[in-house]
């Protein structure tokens, strides 16, 4: 949620910022409701002012041996327009409230207006690998290898499910390893949250009320709840409601979670198998910092998500996303599209992101500063990694002529020393 001042000090210039996510948003209704809370709010403390000055007198006026009968009637004729106009600014605010949630992020000035057309690679590292034999896709790697069973996958959760089966359940299981102890030797806490919460826990993180329908709502639990689509979701909220001291921060966080998204079922070519799925595994980076620490922190959480590809020898490339292509939460993302040959495009497997104070603002997460002063802190995300994409790129690119893939050594030690998987008889 953005600071409602900044709309009311220059509603042109924040209408210019949010046409670059292609947003045209008119504040005229938001500012009527604005100046229809100033005037409620001066009327009922001129009405309260009138009333206590007047219910003082009430016992002088009993004293002198008035009759006051109709001095109380006038109050409570008073006190029964100030509980109607309470009713209408608890109306005008819940306006205001929800106008102002629905507002996406504003993004950062630096980064270019439009879409995914104007996405900028800021970095490539490796070279696109080449074969001397015609490569097999991840799907039928998967398939020839033993490593994930997509007709059962199916058969169980229906499509965009899928089962890892032996080696592949220890190849996934690699890989979180892997990511788990880069993380833990960073200085990050690792967290395990609940996969199942509630309602206001995806406002705070600005998926609600907007992208409701983008999870799963779980109808039979006690309350509004969901399952969480990324564990960011749930880091988000840890400091919900709270104020925390300038020399508490940063707060560095990794949580592991299965992600559970309703954006699967595309049956294009680039979407095949893994690549788009109903649930998935992640490790998510999270922290929570000062407003002037915020830069700093989003270089280390994108530095950090890129050495975890480059740990595994995959080629990938750093994108810096176009203000429109940003999620609607965030103020700046970075992307590391990591390459999938078989389909000879790049695909996100990490992105790094600052949503500033949105999210704070959202959920009331402040700090106190040297001066004393509360001020929201920035809170910002970065996948490290998501598995699903990782996962196929790493088949397809370490692929030989015999059919076996060979195991980046970073993972051989969770794997018992194995360097190849080989297919399957």
């Known amino acids: 949620m953005i600071d409602i001042n900044l709309i009311r000090n220059d509603a ?13 948003i008119d504040f005229t209704q ?38 006051v009968s109709a001095t109380i009637a006038e109050m409570k004729a008073l006190g029964d327009k100030i509980a109607e106009m309470d009713k209408q600014l608890d109306a005008v605010n819940a306006n205001i409230q929800d106008f102002l949630l629905r507002l996406p992020n504003l993004p950062d000035e630096d980064l270019l207006e439009g879409g995914k057309e104007n996405n900028v690679p800021v970095k490539v590292w490796g070279q696109k690998p080449t074969f ?7 799907v039928e790697l998967c398939q020839s290898l033993g490593l994930i069973d997509y007709e059962r996958g199916a058969k169980l959760a229906g499509n965009g499910n899928w089962i890892y089966t032996g080696m592949g359940a220890r190849l996934e299981w690699a890989l979180l390893n892997y990511f788990i102890d880069s993380h833990i030797a960073s200085g990050y806490t690792f967290m395990l949250p609940p996969y199942m ?13 907007k992208f409701e329908e983008d999870v799963y709502h779980v109808s039979n639990a006690e309350g509004k709840k969901f399952m969480l689509p990324t564990a960011e979701t749930a880091l988000v909220n840890y400091y919900r409601n709270e104020v925390l001291e300038e020399s508490q921060l940063p707060k560095k966080f990794f949580g592991y979670s299965a ?11 680039e979407e095949r198998g893994m690549i788009r799925g109903h649930q998935f595994n992640k490790i ?20 950090m998500a890129c050495k975890l590809v480059e740990g595994l020898g995959l080629h990938y490339q750093l994108s810096k996303l176009a203000a429109g292509d940003c999620s609607d939460s965030m103020a700046r993302t970075y992307d590391i599209e990591i390459y999938i040959p078989s389909m000879n495009i790049y695909k996100e497997v990490s992105s790094a992101s600052n949503a500033r104070d949105y999210q704070a603002r959202r959920g009331n997460m402040r700090y106190r ?27 397809e690119q370490n692929q030989n002529a015999d059919g076996s893939v060979t195991i980046p050594e970073a993972l051989r030690k969770y794997l018992g020393g194995l360097e190849k998987l080989t297919p399957i008889k």
């Open 284 to 303: 998510e980076l999270f922290q929570y910092t000062t407003a002037d620490g915020s830069d700093q922190a989003f270089e280390e959480m994108t530095t």
């Open 132 to 138: 001397d034999f015609t490569p097999k896709n991840h």
């Open 30 to 67: 938001l500012l009527a409701w604005d100046e229809e809370r100033k005037s409620i709010i001066a009327t009922v403390e001129k009405m309260k002012a009138e009333r206590n000055k007047v219910s003082a007198l009430i016992p002088q006026l009993k004293k002198q041996g008035q009759d």
């Open 369 to 395: 500063n040297a001066e004393k002063k509360l001020q929201f802190m920035h809170t910002l995300n970065a996948s490290g990694l998501a598995t699903s994409r990782v996962f196929p790129a790493l088949l």
């Open 197 to 209: 919460l509630s309602y206001e826990c995806g406002v705070t993180a600005g998926q609600f009320p």
């Open 12 to 24: 042109e210039a924040i209408k210019k910022r949010y046409l670059k996510r292609g947003k045209d």
């Open 259 to 269: 992600c559970f998204r309703r954006e699967a079922g595309s049956y294009r070519a």
